[in-house]
Nanobody, 123 residues
């Protein structure tokens, strides 16, 4: 059973940066697609970025231009570098993995989820 664990969240001032990391354990993290999502209080979970086995990446509207997703297959990690953070980026950030080949933004098609890491952007 694959387990995903996020880290790197915290409090950051507006305009600052954070790098989130998703690490897999407990099994073979040989799932081609890993995505990062976020969920603010009272909002639906939304797609931030995703990366496939060939390191092709896609970004949602919240991540485009400000985020970069990285993959290190040797370490079984997928990181999300976030820059120019604003208060509206405050949310719980989740990583998720799916066995399909394509990067998709739909929450329900992802097979495994982490517990999330809180990101708070505030002065």
């Amino acid at each position: 059973q694959v387990q995903l664990v996020e880290s790197g969240g915290g409090l950051v001032q507006p305009g600052g940066s954070l790098r989130l990391s998703c690490r897999a354990s407990g099994g073979d993290f040989n799932m081609p697609v890993v995505g990062w999502f976020r969920q603010a209080p009272g909002e639906e979970r939304e797609f931030v970025a995703g990366i496939d086995g060939g390191a092709w990446s896609q970004y949602g509207s919240s991540g485009y231009g400000r985020c970069t997703i990285f993959r290190d297959n040797a370490k079984d990690t997928v990181d999300l570098q976030m820059n120019s953070l604003e208060p509206e980026d405050t949310a719980v950030y989740y990583c998720a993995a799916r066995s399909g080949q394509n990067i998709v933004s739909t929450v329900r098609v992802y097979d495994y989820w982490g517990q999330g890491t809180q990101v708070t952007v505030s002065s």
